[in-house]
T-cell receptor
Framework: GQQVMQIPQYQHVQEGEDFTTYCNSSTTLSNIQWYKQRPGGHPVFLIQLVKSGEVKKQKRLTFQFGEAKKNSSLHITATQTTDVGTYFCAGPGGAGSYQLTFGKGTKLSVIP | DGGITQSPKYLFRKEGQNVTLSCEQNLNHDAMYWYRQDPGQGLRLIYYSQIVNDFQKGDIAEGYSVSREKKESFPLTVTSAQKNPTAFYLC?????????????FGQGTRLTVV
C-alpha cells in the first residue's frame, strides 16, 4: 500500500536555529497534511497542501509541496522551545479511499 | 462541545485477556480510524471505517477487531492473539465527501499488558 517516508527521525537544535523535516511518498499524492504532536499529547492538524508546488506559511513555519506531488517539507525558522514535539506528514490512500497513512515522524528537541 | 473522546486514558490488563478501547465522536464524521503508536514507529493504521457497518483493515490489523454499529462509535478490541499489545492507541475521525479534510484525534489510550 501507500508508503510515506519521513526524515530525519530525530533532530536536536539550539534555540534560534532552523529546522526542516522532509516527507517522501512512493506514489503521487492528491494532498498532504502535516500534524504536530506535543510530548504526552495527541496529533493536531497543522495544514494541508493540495496544489503542485504549493507553499504555505504559518508564522515561522513554511510548508512546501513538491512539483511532482510526491514530496513535501516543513521548515521552522528560528526555533523556540514551544516548537518541541513530533511532526508528522500524512497522505491519503488511493482514489476513493479514506485511508490516511502517516510517516514515522520527526521528533524535534530544542535546547534552550 | 464537539470532539472525539477515548476512554479510558490508561488501561492495564493481564496477558491473554481481550480488552476493548472506546472511541466516541460527536462531530458527525463518517470516517473513523484506529492507530497504534510505539516509540520510533510513528502512527500505524490498524483499522478504518468510512461508513456505518463497514470497515477496512489497515497495515497492522492482525490481533485486533473493530465494529461500527453507530456513526458515533468505533470501538477497538485488542485480542489475546495480538503478540505485543502494550502501546499507545489513538482514534481519529474526519469528514468524507472529499479527501481533503483534516483528521481529529482523541486523547489516546495507553494500554499496558502485564
Amino acid at each position: 500500500g501507500q508508503q510515506v517516508m519521513q526524515i530525519p527521525q530525530y533532530q536536536h537544535v539550539q534555540e534560534g536555529e532552523d529546522f526542516t523535516t522532509y516527507c517522501n511518498s512512493s506514489t503521487t499524492l492528491s494532498n498532504i497534511q502535516w500534524y504536530k504532536q506535543r510530548p504526552g499529547g495527541h496529533p493536531v492538524f497543522l495544514i494541508q497542501l493540495v496544489k503542485s508546488g504549493e507553499v504555505k506559511k504559518q508564522k515561522r513555519l513554511t510548508f512546501q509541496f513538491g512539483e511532482a506531488k510526491k514530496n513535501s517539507s516543513l521548515h521552522i525558522t528560528a526555533t523556540q522551545t514551544t516548537d518541541v514535539g513530533t511532526y508528522f506528514c500524512a497522505g491519503p490512500g488511493g482514489a476513493g479511499s479514506y485511508q490516511l497513512t502517516f510517516g514515522k515522524g520527526t521528533k524535534l528537541s530544542v535546547i534552550p | 462541545d464537539g470532539g472525539i473522546t477515548q476512554s479510558p486514558k490508561y488501561l492495564f490488563r493481564k496477558e491473554g485477556q481481550n480488552v476493548t478501547l472506546s472511541c466516541e465522536q460527536n462531530l458527525n464524521h463518517d470516517a473513523m480510524y484506529w492507530y497504534r503508536q510505539d516509540p520510533g514507529q510513528g502512527l500505524r493504521l490498524i483499522y478504518y471505517s468510512q461508513i456505518v457497518n463497514d470497515f477496512q483493515k489497515g497495515d497492522i490489523a492482525e490481533g485486533y477487531s473493530v465494529s461500527r454499529e453507530k456513526k458515533e462509535s468505533f470501538p477497538l478490541t485488542v485480542t489475546s492473539a495480538q503478540k505485543n499489545p502494550t502501546a499507545f492507541y489513538l482514534c481519529a475521525s474526519k469528514r468524507t465527501g472529499t479527501e481533503n479534510t483534516e483528521a481529529f484525534f482523541g486523547q489516546g489510550t495507553r494500554l499496558t499488558v502485564v
